[in-house]
């Protein structure tokens, strides 16, 4: 039973009633370390449970090592484990098995994740009206933006559903600095109920006293836990059972002797085990806050059956908690956070090594490449710098699969950085880390990115990937504010480059390049129609002679673009057409809306009552496309 907050236990309580009377929504539980915000949502989840509901729970993780959506990964696990529904198929929509996610030259980033957002709501919605459903995402502070996003998507779809979603977060942390969670956060906060946790009372610290030790606590006492704990139960709890392990009887305990920070408080916990128990614990603290039993004691050079009983004391310590058969936990992530902080750099770096190393030999799990990249780039500058630079590529294409940019993008910034800076990285990754930052809408950074790409694929002559970096830039700039002119000087820089290789009929690339000089020239200050209308023809011809639709879609997609003037709109109702056509096959679903688009305003301009029908399939799949 949880001492005090009625306030918050009522609110809770009216949440969970509404939603179970189909009046769904998103309740925010706020507070610091250790105020109960995990204890508040169990007991809503047992309130849930009691009246009939569903209840599942979906935990954030701290560091960049688990994948995106992972909260949601965990949430949909555990309903699909029912089985005989859609289940399976959001799974792998979140986990980004999903077939067409191969990418493609466009990517298609917003259709993607729009759909990734849709089906996991409209599961959770069909799962709802089954039977009432709560759902804790906790630790939101850690959440990947992916997953914060999907929350703010469903928040908007609960109003009408028995689902409420109960999500926790240390709100102090999300203040301090730029951190990244804090923007999505309080565009969530304007669609659900905030509940601030802040300190019990003191008479409510002196119950919560009276719980961990069985004894009413003097009032003196009562006060200088208090003081020293603002009414943060954790740090009440823990400092109430350090003075009772020492043994002195509550009454005389000076709780003077205790030093403030709850992370010595931790640490003398701590000392109180057995020295093997802790060097066991700080191995644990590097994998993770859950951790199989098994690995931890490899890394340590432990056999488990010396291991096993070693775990089992910090168990008995409160330290450690049973998890699923073979996995432990840290009772408290500030346990954790002690035992890392407390181990000598060196030492942390060789651990993990080590894990990424044991992590690599059993791929296949689903957070397999994201934990390898996690392990590898912390150890770093430890361990083989191009194993690292690797683990982080692969992490970042897992990431693009799932439409997790966000996190595709972090994983290449440290790639970047590991490699040794923008101008040592290989220079394929360089591209790749301006179209991920691009995908996740950071326009800027992305430009100079692909811009530094360029200057050194030029220095170099590396033909394809100043292309490349061409090709990006232009893409970056059709979304930014920037100046075009030197975005046409590199697209004509890179076709020249391609002219003097001499290819003949040239490589599909050259047509992507064409392509983009022809938007660039349609319109604006540098305004060459009709060498944009050459070179959007020959773009078309080419590709198609290279039979690569990708590169046709987007040929066709930069012709109509430049064919746009009154007098030919039955031309582009054509162009329209084969548009449509390459667009689908090459899956580029953005140019597929850009299809329609161009149909429309042709239909529009020749006066065919087929118009309406078609701006009604447009406007239907611009607002998914929108979605960001
Ligand atoms: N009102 C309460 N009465 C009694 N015990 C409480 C109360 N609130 C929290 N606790 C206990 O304090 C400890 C910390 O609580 P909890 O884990 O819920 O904190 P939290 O806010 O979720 O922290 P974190 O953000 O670190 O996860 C737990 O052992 C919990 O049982
Ligand atoms: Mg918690």
Not at 135 to 150: C, K, T, Y
Not at 172 to 186: S, W, Y
Not at 596 to 620: K, M, N, Q, S, Y
Request: hydrophobic content about 50%; aromatic content about 6%; some cysteine.
């Amino acid at each position: 039973m949880l001492v005090g907050r009625r306030l918050a236990i009522g609110a809770l309580s009216s949440a969970v009633d509404a939603a179970i009377g189909g009046a769904g929504g998103v309740v925010l539980l706020a507070g610091e370390a250790g105020m109960g915000k995990t204890a508040l949502a169990s007991e809503a989840v047992a309130y849930a449970k009691a009246r009939g509901a569903e209840t599942v729970w979906g935990t954030c993780w701290e560091g960049d090592g688990a994948p995106g959506f992972w909260p949601w990964i965990q949430v949909v696990r555990a309903l699909a484990l029912d089985g005989g529904d859609a289940g399976e198929g959001v799974l792998a929509e979140l986990t980004g098995v999903t077939e067409e996610r191969s990418g493609g030259v466009l990517g298609d980033e917003s259709a993607l994740r729009f759909r990734t957002y849709d089906m996991a709501a409209t599961y959770v919605r069909r799962r709802a009206a089954q039977r009432p459903l709560v759902v804790v995402i906790d630790d939101l502070h850690w959440a990947d933006a992916s997953s914060l996003r999907l929350l703010v998507f469903l928040a908007r779809q609960l109003h009408d559903a028995a689902a409420l979603v109960i999500g926790t977060y240390r709100d102090v942390e999300v203040m301090v600095g730029d951190h990244p969670a804090r923007p999505l956060l309080a565009e969530l906060a304007g669609q659900a109920e905030l509940i601030r946790l802040t300190g019990l009372t003191a008479d409510e610290v002196g119950q919560l006293i009276e719980k961990v030790c069985g004894e009413r606590p003097q009032a003196p006492l009562i006060q200088a836990v208090h003081a020293r704990t603002a009414g943060n139960p954790f740090f009440a709890q823990q400092i109430v059972r350090l003075l009772a392990a020492q043994g002195v009887p509550l009454d005389r305990a000076l709780v003077t002797g205790i030093p403030p920070a709850v992370g010595d408080v931790l640490a003398r916990r701590l000392a109180r085990l057995p020295g093997t128990v802790v060097d066991l614990l700080a191995v644990a603290s590097v994998v993770g806050r859950r951790f199989p039993i098994a690995m931890v004691a490899a890394i340590a050079g432990a056999p488990a059956a010396m291991a096993v009983p070693l775990a089992d004391s910090a168990v008995r310590a409160a330290v450690l908690e049973q998890d699923e058969p073979g996995h432990l936990r840290f009772s408290h992530d500030l346990f954790r956070d002690v035992l890392y902080d407390g181990l000598p750099a060196a030492r942390r770096s060789a651990l993990h090594l080590s894990v990424a190393g044991l992590l690599e030999q059993h791929t296949g799990v689903a957070a397999t490449a994201a934990e390898i990249a996690y392990h590898r780039s912390v150890a770093w500058p430890l361990g083989d710098r191009d194993r690292a630079v690797t683990a982080l590529i692969d992490a970042a294409q897992e990431a693009t699969a799932r439409t997790a940019f966000d996190e595709a993008a972090a994983h290449l910034r440290r790639a970047v950085e590991v490699a040794g800076g923008a101008t040592a990285v290989d220079l394929a990754v360089l591209c790749e880390y301006g179209d991920a930052l691009r995908r996740a809408g950071h326009g800027e950074d992305a430009q100079a990115a692909l811009l530094g790409a360029a200057a050194r694929a030029r220095a170099t002559g590396e033909v394809g990937l100043f292309a490349r970096a061409a090709f990006g830039a232009h893409r970056v700039a059709t979304l930014t504010d920037s100046s075009r002119s030197g975005v046409i000087a590199l697209l004509q820089e890179a076709l020249a480059a391609f002219d003097a290789e001499g290819t003949v009929g040239g490589p599909p690339a050259r047509w992507l390049l064409s392509a983009s000089l022809a938007r660039e020239l349609a319109d604006g200050p540098h305004r060459d129609l009709p060498r944009a209308v050459a070179l959007a023809s020959a773009a078309v011809n080419g590709a198609r002679a290279a039979d690569d639709a990708g590169v046709l879609a987007y040929a066709l997609f930069a012709l109509a673009d430049v064919r746009w003037e009154p007098g030919t709109a039955t031309e582009r109702l054509g162009i329209a057409g084969d548009l449509a056509a390459a667009a689908g096959a090459a899956h580029e679903t953005e140019l597929v809306l850009e299809a329609h688009l161009c149909r429309l305003v042709a239909l529009l301009e020749l006066g065919d009552p087929a118009f309406t029908i078609e701006l009604g399939t447009f406007t239907r799949l611009a607002e998914r496309a929108r979605y960001r």
